[in-house]
């Protein structure tokens, strides 16, 4: 089955600086990369997704960047808020298709 | 309009007991899930069905039943609930027969005391 890792499992930055996690997974046929949101006590929610044909994807402040040779992705966090305080999950699929496998989390904490 | 809607949004309940969760969608999606959400924050999935159709039953105890009685609707049923069970239950759907894109409900925080 698919292998799913992020690091760090902790990331504390100040208000304004970036922010990077990154996911290594071990299935090769994976070809759908997202990102999920989790504040505390609220459900996953899908921030960004990019796909196999694609090596990087932007929406205002976040970007997946995706290096298929490697077997990693990552999501960048630019000029962080304090809202974005949460944690991110990456979830990529198995090699099937048919079920995400959610990585360990990263718990990020913006300082003001 | 909530997408992905839940009850009950809390559940707490004795060992030995059955309990279930409902899962209802309003967006069309042909394909919907089950997520159990531990202590430590782990997600893992349980159950899909697509279409009413039985997808994926990972390694989940017996006593864990889902139903889906249209492609709307998915619940979840627990017999003889243990200590072990508590955690927080998600429920999520997708368009199509993959989890591309999957919307997530907003939980079911399980507590067995």
């Known amino acids: 089955g698919e292998n799913v890792e992020q690091h760090p499992s902790t990331l504390s930055v100040q208000e304004g600086d970036s922010a990077v996690i990154k996911c290594t997974y071990s299935?090769?046929?994976?070809?759908?990369f997202p990102w999920y949101k989790q504040e505390l006590g609220k459900r996953p929610q899908l921030i960004i997704d990019?796909?196999?044909?694609?090596g990087e994807k932007k929406d205002q402040r976040i970007a997946v960047t995706l290096n298929k040779t490697a077997k990693h992705f990552s999501l960048h966090i630019t000029e962080t808020q304090p809202e974005d305080s949460a944690v991110y999950f990456c979830?990529?699929?198995?090699?099937?298709?048919?079920?995400?496998?959610f990585g360990t989390g990263t718990q990020l904490k913006v300082e003001l | 309009d909530t997408a992905v809607s839940q009850t009950p949004k809390y559940l707490v309940t004795q060992m030995g007991n059955d309990k279930s969760i409902k899962c209802e969608q309003n967006?069309?999606?042909?394909?919907m899930y089950w997520y159990k959400q531990d202590s430590k924050k782990f997600l893992k999935i349980m159950f899909s069905?697509?279409?009413?159709?039985?997808?994926i039953n990972e390694t989940v105890p017996n006593r864990f039943s889902p139903k889906s009685p249209d492609k709307a609707h998915l619940n979840l049923h627990i017999n003889s609930l243990e200590l072990g069970d508590s955690a927080v239950y998600f429920c999520?759907?997708?368009?199509?027969?993959?989890?591309?894109?999957?919307?997530f409900g907003q939980g079911t925080r399980l507590t067995v005391v």
């Open positions: 979830a990529p699929p198995n090699g099937g298709g048919n079920k995400l496998t």
């Open positions: 299935d090769s046929a994976s070809n759908y």
């Open positions: 990019i796909r196999s044909n694609v």
């Open positions: 999520a759907s997708s368009q199509g027969q993959g989890p591309y894109g999957s919307f």
């Open positions: 069905y697509n279409n009413k159709e039985l997808i």
């Open positions: 967006l069309g999606h042909d394909t």
